[in-house]
């Protein structure tokens, strides 16, 4: 069987390689022709643990070839999947349909051929029977020799797990409205199916929902303990043993509790804003309105971490003044959304270190991958090439993605290299007690601020 890929990006790339890795000819497509000529090279345009080995690998041996022609893909595949992006229109809530649109019309008007187009792309509900009509009606029009089926196939892979997540799915969900439809996935998923990956097969509709309903959840979640961040950042109390407490019960379980500075990423922020806008459409409003406040409680976060800086440089001022004290150096240790990623789209990390440069603040940004594509974004900030440089002479450190880079920082050696000792841990992955003895002042999301030495022993 040769597939086809169509959209190169994270999504299609990783299943590109992931494909050939399972022994598929694949041709992969994009309209971008300097993507395509840098993946015929055998080489990756973004940050993902063990996806170049594995497109090398597949672009030497003949199995992985890139193209930017549909034509071509129409006449040599018997399986397309569509994994373009569906971002956020610009100024609305609702999805961007128009790359799917084009893809899929595109197909629909090139395949000369028995096939089966897979959508893998998360779409608003409604979508895959719209295609199918439109898939349908365009072939008819053109009169093309072969049978066109489609079928949707949410994927659920995570960025710095791409490739396992895709070779060893926790299930395969599959939308189809015919049998045939369904045995040609199931041939397709042969591999992961004997490791005895769950099989869901349902209509579109469910399928569709099936990976909104999964990125909300997650979402809420995250929202849901970070919310309780704000009881505990007030009244006091210990988030993280909060979470776990509750994590015990398995029906609450501890993964996707980790308080912090909040979730960003391509996928969860704007799928949430989607889902809102798709159920308001279908006349729905009330149905996902607390959606809106799991992206309030989210983005709150950001807030409370620039009024946490400024109270910590303030040393322990709690009526906090409004703005950064200009000439302060802030070194900000993390830019990506999360760990193991070059990724800063919607990152709660890059938002934090605008807002503290917006604010006055001198500040100097570290990333191990993310540097790159933060200084694509806001690039009036101060880059650096390590941890050393960015908290030398530094008024405050922050901590806004958990690299074990930062995880594992000895606060010995970072101490004598700042100006003035005080960190705040954005994800809660430090020793509080580590950081205090050698003299920090130490803040947590999720934790009350405790005010400077000479405050509370003046109290
Ligand atoms: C997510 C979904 O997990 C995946 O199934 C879907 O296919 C795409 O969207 P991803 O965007 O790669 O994957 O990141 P994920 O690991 O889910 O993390 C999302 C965000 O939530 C990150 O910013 C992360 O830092 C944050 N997060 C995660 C928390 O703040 N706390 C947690 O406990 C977990």
């Known amino acids: 069987m040769r597939l086809s890929v169509i959209g190169t990006g994270y999504l299609g790339a990783t299943h590109a390689a992931c494909m050939a890795e399972l022994g598929f000819e694949v041709l992969g497509l994009d309209v971008d022709p300097a993507k395509i000529d840098a993946l015929s090279r055998g080489e990756l345009p973004f940050h993902e643990p063990g996806l170049s080995e594995l497109l090398v690998k597949h672009v030497?041996?003949?199995?992985?070839?890139?193209?930017?022609?549909?034509?071509?893909?129409?006449?040599?595949?018997?399986?397309?999947?569509?994994?373009?992006?569906?971002?956020?229109k610009a100024g609305e809530s609702a999805a961007d349909m128009r790359y799917v649109d084009a893809a899929v019309t595109s197909l629909a008007q090139h395949i000369t051929r028995d096939a089966l187009i897979v959508g893998k792309s998360t779409v608003p509900v409604g979508t895959a029977t719209r295609l199918a009509g439109l898939i349908q009606a365009t072939r008819a029009e053109l009169e093309l020799p072969g049978e066109v089926e489609l079928a949707w196939n949410p994927e659920f892979l995570r960025e710095g797990f791409a490739v396992k997540d895709t070779l060893h799915p926790d299930r395969l969900v599959v939308g189809v409205d015919s049998e045939h439809a369904e045995q040609v996935l199931r041939q397709v998923y042969a591999a992961p199916l004997a490791e005895g990956a769950p099989w869901i097969s349902t209509d579109f509709e469910t399928a569709e929902l099936v990976k909104v309903a999964a990125n909300a959840f997650l979402a809420t979640k995250i929202s849901f303990i970070n919310a309780f961040s704000e009881i505990t950042e007030t009244v006091g109390g210990d988030i993280t043993t909060l979470a776990d407490a509750i994590g015990h019960d398995p029906r609450i379980g501890r993964r996707?509790?980790?308080?912090?500075?909040?979730?960003?990423?391509?996928?969860?922020?704007?799928?949430?804003?989607?889902?809102?806008?798709?159920?308001s459409e279908l006349g729905l409003d009330r149905t996902m309105a607390f959606l809106n406040d799991i992206d309030d409680i989210n983005l709150?976060?950001?807030?409370?971490?620039?009024?946490?800086?400024?109270?910590?440089?303030?040393?322990?001022?709690?009526?906090a003044p409004s703005t950064v004290l200009p000439g302060q150096k802030i070194a900000v240790l993390g830019v990506t959304f999360k760990p193991d990623s070059d990724d800063v789209r919607d990152s709660p990390a890059l938002d934090v270190a605008n807002r503290l440069f917006t604010a006055g603040a001198d500040v100097a940004v570290y990333d191990p991958q993310g540097n790159r594509n933060a200084a694509g974004r806001f690039p009036r900030l101060d880059y650096v090439g390590s941890l050393e440089a960015a908290v030398t002479g530094a008024?405050?450190?922050?901590?806004?993605?958990?690299?074990?880079?930062?995880?594992?920082?000895?606060?010995?050696?970072?101490?004598?290299?700042?100006?003035?000792?005080?960190?705040?841990?954005?994800?809660n992955v430090l020793d509080a007690k580590a950081w205090t003895d050698v003299g920090f002042t130490h803040a947590a999301l999720g934790h009350r601020f405790k005010l400077s030495i000479d405050e509370e022993t003046a109290e």
């Open 60 to 88: 030497q041996s003949g199995r992985l070839r890139f193209t930017t022609s549909y034509q071509e893909v129409g006449d040599w595949a018997d399986v397309h999947f569509v994994g373009v992006g569906t971002p956020q």
């Open 256 to 279: 996707f509790l980790n308080a912090g500075v909040g979730f960003g990423g391509g996928c969860l922020p704007k799928d949430i804003r989607a889902l809102q806008a798709r159920v």
């Open 300 to 319: 709150r976060r950001r807030d409370r971490v620039v009024d946490l800086a400024v109270q910590v440089l303030n040393e322990g001022a709690v009526e």
């Open 395 to 427: 008024d405050l450190a922050i901590l806004l993605t958990e690299w074990d880079e930062f995880k594992q920082m000895d606060p010995a050696q970072i101490a004598p290299l700042m100006k003035h000792r005080a960190i705040i841990d954005g994800r």
